[in-house]
């Protein structure tokens, strides 16, 4: 039986017949999987405007109070949804709380740093980090009573945690007080960082006293405070503010 040869054009068709079709899987693979996507971050990004529903109802809860002694029903009551899906993104207390710091916390961070690039001087950088950094830990302000919980509380791990988070806070001081050498306001031989964690510790321990109505101070006095201890601590021969 003799040998037969197909078409070499009918073998280019097919060959063109089968790229199509492997195109269009490809099309429909890459389409579902956009799908797919596009699901899965609308799915997050309503999950993360839900937690940012709750941290909120419970910080005016705090606020309204001037303290952390709310009930998680009282938040989900708030929120219009029933326990079960609040303890879906919150599994306690403890963990909302936590939540409201870490929140609260990067946006001062966030907000002081602005401030700085803002800023004409290191002087006025300065001041302006204080007073805003002392407005942020107020009596009564979410910020302050979520740290005092966390503190307080005493979970494990929790202090190394709310010192890790300053830490951030108190990088952007120090380089201000770096920034403060150049224009002639701080000594040179001044260890920036060490001034920096000087005076974010006195904020935070400040906040606590105030919290705890052990003392009752002004921010705009605490500020001045922190900005006259540095000058005359650190500065140069006759800085003043």
């Known amino acids: 039986m003799p040998l037969t040869h197909e078409d070499p054009a009918t073998e280019i068709v097919g060959g063109m017949i089968a790229a199509h079709n492997a195109a269009h899987e490809l099309v429909e693979e890459q389409i579902a999987r956009g799908k797919s996507h596009l699901r899965s971050v609308s799915k997050t990004r309503k999950s993360a405007m839900t937690r940012n529903r709750i941290m909120?109802?419970?910080?005016?809860l705090m606020a309204e109070r001037g303290n952390t002694g709310f009930q998680m029903s009282e938040v989900s009551e708030r929120c219009h949804m029933s326990k079960g899906s609040?303890?879906?993104?919150?599994?306690d207390k403890d963990e909302l709380i936590s939540a409201i710091f870490d929140e609260?916390?990067?946006?001062?961070?966030?907000?002081?740093?602005?401030?700085a690039?803002?800023?004409s001087?290191?002087?006025?950088?300065?001041?302006?980090?204080?007073a805003e950094f002392s407005r942020r830990l107020r009596a009564g302000s979410p910020l302050a009573m979520a740290m005092t919980y966390e503190l307080v509380g005493a979970k494990d791990g929790s202090i190394p945690q709310?010192?890790?988070h300053f830490s951030r806070a108190a990088g952007v001081i120090a380089a201000q007080i770096e920034r403060a050498k150049s224009e002639g306001l701080v000594r040179e031989d001044v260890n920036s960082e060490t001034a920096a964690v000087f005076t974010t510790g006195g904020l935070i321990t400040m906040s606590m006293a105030v919290a705890s109505g052990?003392?009752?101070v002004d921010a705009d006095v605490v500020s001045a405070s922190l900005m006259d201890m540095i000058l005359r601590g650190v500065g140069t021969e006759g800085a003043t503010l």
């Open 56 to 60: 909120t109802a419970a910080s005016e």
């Open 86 to 91: 609040l303890y879906y993104y919150f599994a």
């Open 162 to 164: 709310v010192t890790s």
């Open 121 to 130: 001087s290191a002087r006025e950088a300065l001041r302006t980090l204080y």
């Open 117 to 119: 690039a803002k800023a």
């Open 214 to 216: 052990q003392a009752t």
């Open 104 to 115: 609260s916390v990067d946006d001062l961070v966030s907000v002081i740093e602005s401030l």
